[in-house]
Protein backbone atom coordinates (compact mmCIF):
# COMPACT_ATOMS: atom_id res chain seq x y z
CA UNK A 1 0.00 0.00 0.00
CA UNK A 2 1.41 3.52 -0.77
CA UNK A 3 0.53 6.55 1.02
CA UNK A 4 -0.39 9.53 -0.84
CA UNK A 5 2.79 12.47 -1.01
CA UNK A 6 2.53 15.43 0.51
CA UNK A 7 2.88 18.62 -0.85
CA UNK A 8 5.88 20.47 0.38
CA UNK A 9 5.87 23.66 1.96
CA UNK A 10 6.75 26.08 -1.14
CA UNK A 11 3.16 24.39 -3.35
CA UNK A 12 1.23 24.17 -0.43
CA UNK A 13 -1.74 27.36 -0.21
CA UNK A 14 -1.45 30.01 2.12
CA UNK A 15 -3.56 29.71 5.19
CA UNK A 16 -4.54 31.81 8.30
CA UNK A 17 -3.43 31.18 11.71
CA UNK A 18 -6.76 28.84 11.71
CA UNK A 19 -5.83 27.06 8.86
CA UNK A 20 -8.78 28.07 6.87
CA UNK A 21 -8.06 30.14 3.51
CA UNK A 22 -8.99 33.39 3.61
CA UNK A 23 -12.05 33.13 1.30
CA UNK A 24 -13.31 30.47 3.01
CA UNK A 25 -13.75 32.63 6.20
CA UNK A 26 -15.13 35.51 3.84
CA UNK A 27 -17.39 35.18 1.12
CA UNK A 28 -18.57 37.94 -1.96
CA UNK A 29 -21.16 38.73 0.49
CA UNK A 30 -19.26 41.60 1.92
CA UNK A 31 -18.43 42.97 -1.99
CA UNK A 32 -22.33 43.71 -2.21
CA UNK A 33 -23.01 44.47 1.71
CA UNK A 34 -22.36 48.58 0.70
CA UNK A 35 -24.08 48.60 -2.68
CA UNK A 36 -26.95 46.80 -0.88
CA UNK A 37 -26.78 48.79 2.07
CA UNK A 38 -27.47 51.41 -0.08
CA UNK A 39 -30.27 50.17 -2.51
CA UNK A 40 -31.88 49.36 0.30
CA UNK A 41 -31.45 52.85 1.86
CA UNK A 42 -33.32 54.00 -1.28
CA UNK A 43 -36.12 52.25 -0.97
CA UNK A 44 -37.09 52.63 2.14
CA UNK A 45 -36.90 55.92 1.85
CA UNK A 46 -38.42 56.66 -0.98
CA UNK A 47 -41.37 54.40 -0.55
CA UNK A 48 -41.80 56.08 3.28
CA UNK A 49 -42.08 59.28 1.28
CA UNK A 50 -44.65 58.24 -1.04
CA UNK A 51 -46.79 56.98 1.25
CA UNK A 52 -46.64 60.00 4.02
CA UNK A 53 -47.40 61.67 0.87
CA UNK A 54 -50.44 59.92 -0.57
CA UNK A 55 -52.08 60.02 2.51
CA UNK A 56 -50.88 63.43 3.43
CA UNK A 57 -53.66 66.71 2.69
CA UNK A 58 -52.27 67.86 -0.48
CA UNK A 59 -49.25 68.01 -2.36
CA UNK A 60 -47.71 70.84 -0.24
CA UNK A 61 -48.58 69.22 3.03
CA UNK A 62 -44.76 69.35 5.31
CA UNK A 63 -42.89 65.85 5.67
CA UNK A 64 -42.58 66.04 9.43
CA UNK A 65 -42.03 62.87 11.07
CA UNK A 66 -41.77 61.37 7.55
CA UNK A 67 -38.54 63.57 7.35
CA UNK A 68 -37.16 62.43 10.84
CA UNK A 69 -37.53 58.79 10.11
CA UNK A 70 -35.57 59.76 6.36
CA UNK A 71 -32.85 60.83 8.94
CA UNK A 72 -32.92 58.08 10.69
CA UNK A 73 -32.84 55.71 8.06
CA UNK A 74 -29.57 57.86 6.75
CA UNK A 75 -27.97 57.16 9.66
CA UNK A 76 -28.58 53.29 9.73
CA UNK A 77 -27.71 53.04 6.05
CA UNK A 78 -24.22 55.20 7.00
CA UNK A 79 -23.51 53.23 10.15
CA UNK A 80 -23.67 49.88 8.51
CA UNK A 81 -21.52 50.98 4.70
CA UNK A 82 -18.89 52.51 7.27
CA UNK A 83 -18.86 49.11 9.27
CA UNK A 84 -18.56 47.22 6.04
CA UNK A 85 -16.00 49.91 5.14
CA UNK A 86 -13.72 48.90 8.17
CA UNK A 87 -13.83 45.33 7.70
CA UNK A 88 -12.99 45.74 4.04
CA UNK A 89 -10.04 47.79 5.02
CA UNK A 90 -8.92 45.25 7.13
CA UNK A 91 -9.19 42.57 4.94
CA UNK A 92 -7.51 44.53 2.43
CA UNK A 93 -4.44 44.88 4.79
CA UNK A 94 -4.73 41.36 6.04
CA UNK A 95 -1.15 39.75 5.71
CA UNK A 96 2.33 41.73 4.89
CA UNK A 97 2.31 41.79 1.69
CA UNK A 98 2.33 45.35 -0.52
CA UNK A 99 0.43 46.81 -3.19
CA UNK A 100 -0.18 45.71 -5.91
CA UNK A 101 -2.41 42.69 -5.44
CA UNK A 102 -2.27 41.28 -8.55
CA UNK A 103 -0.63 37.66 -7.85
CA UNK A 104 -2.46 34.28 -8.53
CA UNK A 105 -2.34 33.54 -4.45
CA UNK A 106 -5.37 33.10 -1.92
CA UNK A 107 -4.11 36.19 -0.22
CA UNK A 108 -3.75 38.22 -2.54
CA UNK A 109 -7.57 37.40 -4.19
CA UNK A 110 -8.59 38.28 -0.40
CA UNK A 111 -6.58 41.44 -0.32
CA UNK A 112 -8.11 42.59 -3.90
CA UNK A 113 -11.45 41.42 -2.33
CA UNK A 114 -10.84 43.66 0.28
CA UNK A 115 -9.77 46.55 -1.88
CA UNK A 116 -12.77 46.32 -4.03
CA UNK A 117 -15.30 46.29 -1.20
CA UNK A 118 -13.40 49.37 0.39
CA UNK A 119 -14.30 51.16 -3.03
CA UNK A 120 -17.77 49.87 -3.42
CA UNK A 121 -18.44 50.71 0.03
CA UNK A 122 -16.81 54.23 -0.49
CA UNK A 123 -19.34 54.90 -3.30
CA UNK A 124 -21.94 53.33 -1.67
CA UNK A 125 -21.78 56.16 1.24
CA UNK A 126 -21.24 58.96 -1.26
CA UNK A 127 -24.40 57.51 -2.81
CA UNK A 128 -26.56 57.78 0.41
CA UNK A 129 -25.21 61.22 0.67
CA UNK A 130 -26.34 62.36 -1.75
CA UNK A 131 -29.50 60.71 -1.91
CA UNK A 132 -30.45 62.10 1.38
CA UNK A 133 -29.39 65.48 -0.10
CA UNK A 134 -33.33 65.51 -0.57
CA UNK A 135 -34.36 65.19 2.44
CA UNK A 136 -32.51 68.62 3.72
CA UNK A 137 -33.76 70.59 0.59
CA UNK A 138 -37.12 69.12 0.69
CA UNK A 139 -39.70 70.19 2.89
CA UNK A 140 -42.79 69.54 1.61
CA UNK A 141 -44.48 66.71 -0.80
CA UNK A 142 -43.81 68.47 -3.73
Known amino acids: MTTPSRPDSSTAPATTGSGQLPERRDSLWQLVAGPSAWA ?15 RAAGPWAPLGSARTALWVYTAIALGFIAAFGWRSLRRHRWGSAGLPHDDDTPGDRHRFLGFASLLLCGLSFVAVVYSAMAIAVLGTCR
Open 40 to 54: LHFLVSYVTAAVFCA
